[in-house]
Each structure stands twice: as C-alpha cells, then as structure tokens.
T-cell receptor, first 111, second 112 residues
Framework: DSGVTQTPKHLITATGQRVTLRCSPR?????VYWYQQSLDQGLQFLIQ???????AKGNILERFSAQQFPDLHSELNLSSLELGDSALYFC??????????FGQGTRLTVV | GQQVMQIPQYQHVQEGEDFTTYCNSS?????IQWYKQRPGGHPVFLIQ?????EVKKQKRLTFQFGEAKKNSSLHITATQTTDVGTYFC????????????FGTGTKLQVIP
C-alpha cells in the first residue's frame, strides 16, 4: 500500500460526459501529480500541484482541469469525454527526495 | 523539452537469462529513479541514483548512473517470472526546480 488513495477504481461513462477523479496523497506529501496511461503505453504527465498551487503542466488537454485543495487532496476533471480518453489515470505524491508514490489508479472507460 | 527514452521497448527472455534496459536523457539529470509496474498494477519505486557513475545493487538488480549523468541502466541477472513487468526510469533535469520526466518504459516478459 503506497498510502496514496484514488477513487473511484473504475468508471464507465458515455462520450460527451464529464467525470471527476479524486486523489488523496500520502500524509505529509505536498506534491500531487496526475498521469495518463493508455493501454500498454507509457506514463503521460498531465499536471503537478504543490501545496495548492499548480507547479508544472504537461500535455494536458484543455478539456481537462485539476486542482489541489487546502487539505491537499486533488481532483482531476475530465469533460466532453471522447473514446480516446479511455485510459488508466494515476495520481502520485512525492516525498522530500522527489520519489513518487502512486495510487492504484482509476480505469476510465468511455463508451 | 526534456526527453527520456528507454530501449528496448519490449524484451522477451527465457527464465534464467539476463536482462538490461537502458535509459537515455536529452539533458543532464540531477538524479535518476527506477520504477517497476507489474501487469495490472501501479508503478512502484525501486531506487534512486544521484552521483555520477553511481552503481547500486538490490539482490539480482544492478542500477548504474552514467558518468555524464545523462544515461542509466538496469540489469537483472538470472531473470525469474516475478521480474515480469514494465520498468520505467524517471529523471529530474539539473538546475532549479524541474519536474520528473518518466522514460518510455521497457516491458519485460519472462518465459518459464
């Protein structure tokens, strides 16, 4: 158990819909990262937050947005969903060394 | 932007054979991390290397950071079926705050 909690584990939704993925980082970790992993692909960095502020941005679509709340949990919002958005979405938090601890992921299926 | 490439992308080995994956960065790194993702699982941290030329071992796994701090390798001796998974390197560029960039990954299959 990495200490990072992601909900839900699975999500099936229709094209055009909007979903929210939730992540609770490890206790004490201030950084939260979001990654997208399509089937058998690598980890595509989406966005990073540090103590409530956006720190770095990757190839995140304009239809996607995220935020980190004062209690440090984070949400990733995906809107106007397309079939190609089907993927595993991982959240990770990092410790003072910069080592990332990943949650179990949310498997999103858009039908 | 920073790119971190890994080769090979896929590797099939017979159980007992050795395996090596290579990680190459387009920029100098302050450190390199290695992660393993089992099938159906999430990436799990294995090790971090910080010094130029550093070599670390974990049982049958040997990790190396290049002298120029732009490349790294992971070598597994006498693979076992439990080694199956995708191995990712992840590097942080030198200079100020830089985000970690994950490599493209090497998927290892071990044939019993």
């Amino acid at each position: 158990d990495s200490g990072v909690t992601q909900t839900p584990k699975h999500l099936i939704t229709a094209t055009g819909q909007r979903v929210t993925l939730r992540c609770s980082p490890r206790s004490g970790d201030l950084s939260v990262y979001w990654y997208q992993q399509s089937l058998d692909q690598g980890l595509q960095f989406l966005i990073q937050y540090y103590n409530g502020e956006e720190r770095a941005k990757g190839n995140i679509l304009e239809r996607f947005s995220a935020q980190q709340f004062p209690d440090l949990h984070s949400e990733l919002n995906l809107s106007s969903l397309e079939l190609g958005d089907s993927a595993l979405y991982f959240c990770a938090s990092s410790d003072a060394r910069g080592v990332a601890f990943f949650g179990q992921g949310t498997r999103l299926t858009v039908v | 932007g920073q790119q971190v490439m890994q080769i090979p992308q896929y590797q099939h080995v017979q159980e007992g054979e050795d395996f090596t994956t290579y990680c190459n960065s387009s920029t100098t790194l302050s450190n390199i991390q290695w992660y393993k993702q089992r099938p159906g699982g999430h990436p799990v941290f294995l090790i971090q290397l910080v010094k130029s030329g550093e070599v670390k071992k974990q049982k049958r796994l040997t990790f190396q950071f290049g002298e120029a701090k732009k490349n790294s390798s992971l070598h597994i001796t006498a693979t076992q079926t439990t080694d199956v998974g995708t191995y990712f390197c992840a590097g942080r560029r030198s200079g100020g705050y830089q985000k970690v960039t994950f490599g493209t990954g090497t998927k290892l299959q071990v044939i019993p």
